[in-house]
């Protein structure tokens, strides 16, 4: 049973989470920067504040207790939620303003995470919190302040602003397609294609508006998002539909090829999707006017 009603000191907690994490006194006072007298000390104190012996000791090193080994995952949380409050309000005081947005996990990845900097640079005094996510979106009731999803184009989306439509690039490695160049569309037969799990049927409209009558080659792995595919791609494991403004760049580099400047319009577009409470935001739109800016 804890002795008095003092908690253990977070000095005390972080020295035994080291020493559990390296079982050896001189290591964790290596790590912390203290002698190794000083991390036996606040081992022995917290031991004796708790009641529990949390160390066995030997001749040949220490183990964990079962009350230390009990102990230990429950400390390394608590000093997580503590080192995480701690920044979460750091942070806060330094920005004015924080905007949160939900986006796709390959529009964040491929695209917004390299595009945020000239927006953070226009807009200091402000926090930008991404998370992500995926699919259908039934409702806009969230903490969210901009959702960001790529959706069949259509006008019946409540609170929701096309940014653009979406246009997919063919696209293969540089090595892939010097390797094996496409000079005319017939060549397409020599390639393997990478299939998108969640949208199987891109392969079908893209043969279709190249009138494409030969069977398409897909390799024995299909994806689920983008920057899977943008992987295997550069894996030189086959071609793939990418969208243009996620590898225009790499294109523009050299780092993969557009052979035939080969692409297809989808039918799908990327829409910013705004809580009705929200929308007089001045960073929600700020920020919006911003992706429309950067997208067209």
Same mark, same amino acid.
Not at 9 to 20: E, G, I, M, N, P
Not at 47 to 68: D, K, M, S
Not at 112 to 121: E, H, I, N, T, Y
Not at 152 to 180: D, F, M, W
């Given at each position: 049973?804890?002795?008095?009603?003092?908690?253990?000191?977070?000095?005390?907690?972080?020295?035994?989470?080291?020493?559990?994490?390296?079982?050896?006194?001189?290591?964790?006072?290596?790590?912390?920067?203290?002698?190794?007298?000083?991390?036996?000390?606040?081992?022995? *104190?917290?031991?004796?504040?708790?009641?529990?012996? %949390?160390?066995?000791?030997?001749?040949?090193?220490?183990?964990?207790?079962?009350?230390?080994?009990?102990?230990?995952?429950? !400390?390394?949380?608590?000093?997580?939620? #503590?080192?995480?409050?701690?920044?979460?309000?750091?942070?806060?005081?330094?920005?004015?303003?924080? =905007?949160?947005?939900? #986006?796709?996990?390959?529009?964040?990845?491929?695209?917004?995470?390299?595009? =945020?900097?000239?927006?953070?640079?226009?807009?200091?005094?402000?926090?930008?919190?991404?998370?992500?996510?995926?699919?259908?979106?039934?409702?806009?009731? *969230? /903490?969210? /302040?901009?959702?960001?999803?790529? =959706?069949?184009?259509?006008?019946?989306?409540?609170?929701?602003?096309?940014?653009?439509?979406? *246009?997919?690039?063919?696209?293969?490695?540089?090595?892939?397609?010097?390797?094996?160049?496409?000079?005319?569309?017939? /060549?397409?037969?020599?390639? /393997?294609?990478?299939?998108?799990?969640?949208?199987?049927?891109?392969?079908?409209?893209?043969?279709?508006?190249?009138?494409?009558?030969?069977?398409?080659?897909?390799?024995?792995?299909?994806?689920?998002? $983008?920057?899977?595919? %943008?992987?295997?791609?550069?894996?030189?494991?086959?071609?793939?539909?990418?969208?243009? $403004?996620?590898?225009?760049?790499?294109?523009?580099?050299?780092?993969?090829?557009?052979?035939?400047?080969?692409?297809?319009?989808?039918?799908?577009?990327?829409?910013? !999707?705004?809580? *009705?409470?929200?929308?007089?935001?001045?960073?929600?739109?700020? $920020?919006?006017?911003?992706?429309?800016?950067?997208?067209?």
């Amino acid at each position: 049973m804890l002795r008095g009603s003092a908690l253990p000191s977070t000095k005390a907690l972080r020295t035994f989470v080291v020493v559990a994490n390296s079982l050896s006194f001189s290591k964790a006072a290596k790590e912390l920067s203290v002698t190794q007298g000083a991390v036996s000390k606040q081992i022995a *104190s917290l031991e004796q504040q708790l009641g529990q012996t %949390l160390f066995e000791r030997h001749l040949n090193g220490i183990v964990l207790t079962i009350a230390g080994e009990q102990y230990l995952p429950h !400390i390394i949380e608590a000093l997580e939620q #503590v080192q995480r409050a701690t920044a979460e309000l750091a942070q806060s005081e330094q920005k004015e303003e924080t =905007l949160s947005l939900n #986006v796709t996990p390959s529009f964040a990845s491929l695209w917004l995470v390299g595009a =945020l900097d000239d927006f953070c640079q226009k807009h200091t005094n402000l926090s930008i919190s991404i998370r992500t996510g995926d699919g259908p979106l039934r409702t806009v009731n *969230s /903490d969210d /302040d901009i959702v960001i999803r790529c =959706l069949p184009i259509a006008q019946h989306y409540k609170n929701a602003h096309l940014l653009r439509s979406e *246009s997919l690039r063919l696209v293969g490695s540089s090595t892939l397609l010097t390797q094996k160049p496409i000079t005319v569309i017939n /060549d397409l037969k020599q390639h /393997d294609f990478l299939s998108h799990v969640t949208r199987p049927q891109l392969w079908e409209q893209f043969k279709s508006s190249e009138q494409i009558q030969h069977t398409l080659n897909f390799y024995g792995v299909g994806f689920e998002h $983008f920057f899977m595919s %943008l992987e295997a791609v550069r894996a030189h494991a086959g071609l793939a539909l990418l969208p243009d $403004f996620m590898v225009d760049g790499l294109v523009e580099r050299q780092q993969l090829k557009n052979p035939l400047n080969l692409e297809l319009t989808s039918g799908y577009g990327y829409y910013a !999707i705004i809580p *009705s409470y929200k929308l007089n935001s001045r960073l929600v739109y700020l $920020f919006q006017r911003w992706l429309k800016e950067q997208l067209q």
